[in-house]
């Protein structure tokens, strides 16, 4: 047996065992890893926003196909689900609690209502739904004032509902169909609603007008019972005014809690009885 023939092998195995320890899983390296079984790690895929070559109108990110709904989320209830009549026509009035599948009562949807419009709304309408939010004072066109009594005589739940679903004036206000779930959208449209009922109507009014005849008054609140405003709600709605909303009173996103560390008792007992000589 000649010499090249035992050398021949032995630089084989040398090369195969040099392949093999140096791309054992854990070393370092600036080289881009040899797999010669990729399983998935490195393969072939559209990024989004991308070009397609497979679709004809070379998007990569596909919009739902037209009449089908996401798994669990179908609602048989066009009333809900758009804010319409059976003959099309929007609603005027909300849909129950039970409806709208919101388990809770409805100062708890009211609050929620509160929080989706703090997020999704007050940069562009404001906290009080003035249309005077960051992005209209930076010149964004066409926000609307949803407490001018005009818009809020025009507008009814279901047009509201609808705004916030599918957008309005051509993508001017976007839609927030993903951010929002139905029942988010239905609390936001009764907060709305809430906003318009306490403030539309205060526009022309003298700036004393809303505190005048408040004591011993009764109230309508939201979730439509009533109550006397004796001395002890006037006290609780100056510690919590999210305790009990009445419609057309004061508006409690534009009035802060007031507790103990901030105002005393004796405070407050001042107040409620300057409210006694405003007849």
């Given amino acids: 047996m000649s010499l090249s023939s035992l050398i021949?092998?032995?630089?084989?195995?040398?090369?195969?065992?040099?392949?093999?320890?140096s791309c054992k899983p854990g070393d370092v390296s600036r080289q881009t890893p040899i797999h010669i079984n990729p399983n998935m790690d490195s393969q072939e895929k559209y990024k989004a926003q991308s070009e397609s070559k497979f679709f004809e109108d070379g998007r990569t990110?596909?919009?739902?196909?037209?009449?089908?709904?996401?798994?669990?989320?179908?609602?048989?209830?066009?009333?809900?689900?758009?804010?319409?009549?059976?003959?099309?026509?929007?609603?005027?009035?909300?849909p129950s609690l039970a409806a709208i599948g919101f388990k809770g009562d409805m100062k708890a949807f009211l609050e929620r209502g509160q929080n989706r419009f703090a997020i999704s709304c007050v940069p562009c309408?404001?906290?009080?739904?003035?249309?005077n939010g960051i992005i209209a004072q930076k010149g964004y066109p066409g926000v609307a004032n949803l407490i001018d009594p005009v818009t809020a005589a025009r507008l009814s739940p279901g047009q509201i509902y609808s705004a916030i679903k599918n957008g309005v004036n051509n993508g001017n206000m976007r839609k927030f169909d993903a951010e929002l779930s139905v029942s988010d959208r239905w609390a936001v449209t009764a907060y709305v609603r809430l906003l318009q009922s306490t403030l539309a109507k205060k526009v022309e009014a003298p700036a004393s007008a809303s505190l005048k005849r408040v004591m011993d008054s009764k109230r309508k609140l939201a979730d439509g019972s009533g109550?006397?405003?004796d001395e002890a709600y006037i006290i609780e709605s100056i510690r919590n005014p999210m305790a009990e909303l009445a419609i057309g009173g004061m508006m409690p996103s534009g009035m802060t809690p007031f507790p103990e560390a901030a105002i005393s008792n004796a405070q407050v007992k001042d107040l409620s009885e300057s409210l006694k000589t405003l007849k």
């Fill in 61 to 94: 990110m596909r919009t739902p196909v037209a009449g089908t709904v996401a798994h669990g989320s179908f609602i048989a209830d066009i009333t809900v689900a758009e804010g319409k009549d059976a003959a099309g026509n929007f609603v005027k009035e909300m």
């Fill in 227 to 229: 109550v006397v405003a």
């Fill in 8 to 21: 021949k092998p032995l630089v084989a195995a040398g090369i195969t065992a040099a392949a093999i320890t």
């Fill in 125 to 131: 309408h404001g906290a009080v739904g003035a249309g």
